[in-house]
């Protein structure tokens, strides 16, 4: 007696649906998997023999062998068991093999028969709806996640006996509602706002410019002067996702493990340490693929802070800032992810963080201050679009005497508005933001008729590279967009050139 079950396996959030083909041999009683297993899966054998026992369900009392069909790509995880155990009681005639045709199974198996959680939930069901299932079962923790994908019925088992009930068309055991104490905290209850920072006007302008046109952004100045705390704003400042991004994000944040509810609608924000690893900041893993942090920034913001503390690992942001996709080749996988965030960089000005601070005694020595700045390199800094150094704020921060800042609400208007400008005006092309226009299409379709000499000027005497006049005629369309003009002036090509240098304090003059 032969059976097969569906399951999928994933490289980064791409799918493929996997058959799991049962089949009962003579010799000794014992469990076979074939079909490039890696450990965790291999490990399967005992974990669903153990489970199907608990559960006192029935299994081929002699060879079993299972193939994991296209045999020749690699399959990670320990989500297969489910598919796996009812495969094998399907060929013992547990219940008809015809109920597994259109149904999708993942989960992990516990010894005792309890179907637990497994990363990667939802991109594993968006590749089945993609491959024409409309049927799946997971763990009931991630039922709700798996119905985010539309077209999808998904029922959610908390043993492997239930799954044996739902495929003879039983019906699944009552559960009560979850209980508020139940719920996960709600991580938005809080949310920082620009209300909170006070004085820094200058920064909230660059920090609203970044917002209104997507634009990396590198913040430098004293320990204290507050760079984390706007680059922490930016996302209260960002429009919501829209379906497909929300999707995207999601399915990212399911394949890192981390439990969903509903589509992120907010602009994450991922905050690594500079003491992350290389495979934790770009994503990877010697076996199975886990996405790094660039990825779990997606369509959001990655903050780097003291990012001359990331040394060489910065360098391998190069390709993601250009393209918004990061590959990972290894030996058994190669996977190619999302990766298209905004980058804030923040550092001091030396290791002590007080080199020309004024009213400031730095303990640095000239060449160790050169030294840490050259941690950053120059291709990097080549590739942020503005620049910015916070000065201390110079009055008490509890003056009742100073105006109220604008709360990110009001912010947040005028950004949607330059978005608005801009996707009206890209409309036809594969970009929605002036900060991901290519540099062909930006001179050759939007500003033919400008006149570029302050950036020729600027190009000969080295003050920018060929790339900086790209940076800076993106920035000037968002200072454009900002001023509700259709055209760029040369007041905001200046503009752009000042912020591009880390001058905005001159933009008043």
Known sequence: MR??????????????????EAAKGGGIPRTMLVGLPDKALNEAKERVRAAVKACDLPWPPQLVTFNLSPASLPKTGSHFDVAIAAAGMAAERAFPASRLRDVVLIGELSLDGRVRRVPGVLPAVLAAAKAGFTRVVVPYEQEAEAALVPGIQATGVDRLDEVVAFLKGKPLPQRAPRSAADEAPDASAYRPDLAEVVGHEEGRFVLEVAAAGRHHLYLYGAPGAGKSMLASRLPSILPELDDAEAVEVSAIHSLAGIPLDGLI??????????????????????????????????????????????GPKLDALRTPLECGWITINRARYSARIPAGFQLILAANPCPCGYHAVAG?????????????????????????????????????????????????????????????????????????????????????????????????????????????????????????????????????????????????RELAS
């Open 360 to 504: 400031a005694q730095c303990r640095c020595d000239p060449l160790r201050v050169r030294r840490y700045q050259d941690r950053v390199s120059g291709p990097i800094l080549d590739r942020i679009d503005i620049r910015h150094q916070l000065t201390s704020v110079n009055r008490v921060l509890l003056d009742i005497g100073l105006p109220a800042p604008e709360s990110s609400a009001v912010v947040r208007e005028r950004v949607l508005e330059a978005r608005d400008r801009q996707r009206a005006r890209l409309r036809g092309t594969p970009w929605t933001t002036n900060g991901e226009i290519a540099g062909s299409y930006l001179r050759k379709e939007l500003t033919p008729a400008t006149d570029l000499r302050l950036l020729n000027e600027a190009l000969l005497r080295g003050s920018i590279s060929a790339r900086g006049v790209d940076k800076v005629l993106r920035v000037a369309w968002t200072l454009a967009d900002l001023g509700g003009h259709d055209r760029i002036s040369e007041r905001d090509i200046r503009s752009a050139l000042l912020l591009r240098q880390g001058a905005a």
């Open 3 to 20: 059976a097969s079950a569906w399951s999928v396996a994933l490289t980064g959030i791409d799918g493929v649906p996997v058959e799991v």
């Open 265 to 310: 609608r907010q602009p994450p924000f991922a905050d690594p340490h500079h003491s992350v690893t290389p495979a934790a900041l770009v994503g990877g893993g010697s076996a199975q693929f886990k996405p790094g942090a660039i990825s779990l920034a997606h369509n959001g913001v990655l903050f780097l802070d003291e990012c001359p503390e990331f």
